[in-house]
């Protein structure tokens, strides 16, 4: 196309393609490092495929010497949503999956693509010139006629072969068409071979063949920002960003055979690719996709409000790649970079059970002030009230989190933030709410009188006994003198002789101290708490 043309039809630019070629040097990196991307649009949410994928490329980057980045997509300003970036941000600083590359300190930028209109004008330019590209003045309805043809004729749809009617246009009827006002988007001269085969490797997948593409894709859409479409967009980009390895959703596997014609159009290499199956859901007794739409824990916030440490999500994504890893303990796993070759092509089940089993496994082996902070930022944003309590005693979650550690007294009850308050939070003054109703069910049945002198008894004669021996004989002696059986046997031998067995006795106390039937060990508990707060739980009941 005439250079006089195309600059009534584009935008005008300051730079050639020497320019952007020299800009964007060839990076410097070891032998076989893999520079990857992830590349959300901002048309919604990330959800946790995206930080499926986006922990994928990072592992495998880094695993490789190479480096990882973030690319922000916005190249379809109608479908943006607003706060989506923002909520990208805060979701790969949750799974520590930020760029490796900060705006401003390496070359590779800018980072969203709205930035980089001038760009994508110089290439498409290039692409008009060679003839590799032209206007195409169709309107929807012109397209729509276009369909219905094919469709009588039993032709394959797109805009392809002798259905691309403005392929054809000289360079006069263009002119005649802009002199019109006439606006155009730009499409890609595809080879039109209908023939043809496209194969390529893919990195997780293996030899993949499909038909080649005929259609005349879209490369610059109309308008005033005259945005590129993803598929060109993407050419341009990773290759002057010196991507060479392509991590995305297996929806862009059909989309391969345009990407790899664009790639050659250009002139440039074109990477390699890696499609991830999707995160499925078992539904009844079948597997879906996971829906944004229908499953909750589709989103990252999901994780982010349930209070799930990173490390445990990740772990478990990193699992569900590559099943070995998820054989070790999350430390170990982190170490080992996901390899492509050993993941799986058909889609991985998200099981929360299995997720909180490691997640509890994750929190019984991070360090104790690690726990309290990271429960404080939780609290701090979703249960004020916890957090309170919990800056005001600050050292009751701490002990909390140490009861048994390294022990097999240890527990796991706590996989999530969100289960603190349930699990620990009647440690917290300001949280427990003192049991003051001796009939109350939770004591289970035990006669109200009989609850009450216990607990006045308990509370005078109480000595602070650190060994879970001897606390024991204190219950079990409080026990006896309130005419609790040591055992069933025992009870039943003189059945009026008894008010219960040691048991409920010792669960009156567990009630008292934890506002629970279930609870950690008691002898802990009284020891976090102190012997005056033991105290004060006790008469509440009086
Ligand atoms: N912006 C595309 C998407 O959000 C990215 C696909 C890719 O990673 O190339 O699906």
Redesign the pocket.
């Known amino acids: 196309m005439r250079d006089d043309l195309i600059a009534q039809l584009l935008p005008p630019v300051e730079h050639d393609v020497a320019h952007w070629e020299a800009r964007y040097p060839a990076r410097s990196l070891p032998e076989g490092a893999q520079v990857t991307?992830?590349?959300?649009?901002p048309t919604g949410f990330v959800h946790i495929g995206g930080v499926y994928t986006a922990m994928i490329s990072q592992s495998v980057a880094h695993g490789s010497g190479g480096t990882y980045f973030v690319r922000i997509?916005d190249t379809d300003r109608a479908r943006e949503v607003a706060d989506a970036v923002e909520q990208f941000d805060r979701a790969f600083a949750y799974f520590g999956i930020e760029s490796d590359e900060a705006l401003g300190q390496v070359p590779w930028g800018p980072y969203r693509q709205s930035d980089r209109a001038q760009i994508y004008l110089t290439y498409v330019r290039e692409l008009l010139r060679s003839g590799r590209a032209y206007p195409c003045f169709c309107t929807t309805d012109d397209l729509a006629e276009i369909r219905a043809e094919q469709d009588a004729a039993k032709a394959g749809t797109g805009y392809h072969g002798q259905w691309a009617r403005c392929r054809a246009l000289t360079d006069d009827a263009v002119e005649g068409r802009l002199g019109a006002g006439l606006s155009a988007v730009i499409r890609f001269a595809a080879p039109d071979d209908p023939g043809a085969r496209a194969v390529f490797t893919d990195a997780i997948r293996g030899e993949i063949e499909q038909q080649d593409n005929v259609n005349d894709v879209v490369v610059l859409k109309s308008g005033e920002h005259r945005m590129p479409t993803?598929h060109f967009a993407?050419a341009v980009d990773d290759h002057l960003m010196g991507v060479n390895l392509?991590i995305?959703?297996e929806?862009?596997i059909s989309s391969v055979p345009v990407h790899l014609q664009l790639f050659a159009a250009l002139g440039f290499d074109a990477p390699t690719y890696a499609h991830v199956a999707p995160l499925m859901k078992l539904d009844g007794s079948s597997k879906r996709k996971l829906s944004k739409r229908k499953d909750p824990e589709a989103s990252v916030d999901y994780f982010i409000e349930k209070g799930y440490p990173a490390a445990a999500v990740r772990h478990y994504l990193a699992g569900l790649a590559n099943s070995n890893l998820a054989e070790l303990d999350a430390a170990e796993a982190a170490e080992i970079p996901i390899a492509l070759d050993r993941c799986s092509v058909s889609g991985a089940l998200v099981d929360l059970a299995k997720l909180d089993d490691i997640a509890a496994d994750v929190v019984a082996e991070m360090d104790l002030d690690d726990i309290v902070a990271a429960v404080d930022i939780w609290a701090d944003e979703f249960d004020v009230d916890l957090a309170a309590a919990a800056r005001s005693e600050p050292d009751r979650l701490r002990s909390a989190f140490a009861i048994g550690r390294g022990t097999d007294r240890q527990r796991k009850d706590v996989g999530r933030w969100s289960q603190v308050r349930l699990v620990f939070g009647f440690l917290l003054d300001a949280v427990f709410a003192p049991v003051t109703d001796p009939a109350d069910e939770r004591f289970g049945g035990v006669d109200p009188d009989v609850v009450r002198a216990l607990a006045a008894d308990f509370a005078d004669a109480f000595v602070a006994e650190p060994d879970p021996t001897l606390w024991f004989e204190q219950v079990k002696a409080l026990a006896g003198r309130h005419r609790f059986a040591l055992n069933k046997a025992q009870l039943k031998d003189d059945p009026d002789a008894y008010v219960g067995l040691l048991k409920d006795a010792a669960q009156v106390v567990r009630v008292l101290l934890a506002g629970s039937t279930r609870s950690p060990e008691l002898d802990a508990i009284a020891a976090i708490l102190g012997p005056d707060e033991v105290r004060r739980r006790l008469r509440a009941v009086i």
């Open positions: 991307r992830f590349a959300p649009s997509e993803y993407h392509v995305r959703g929806e862009w």
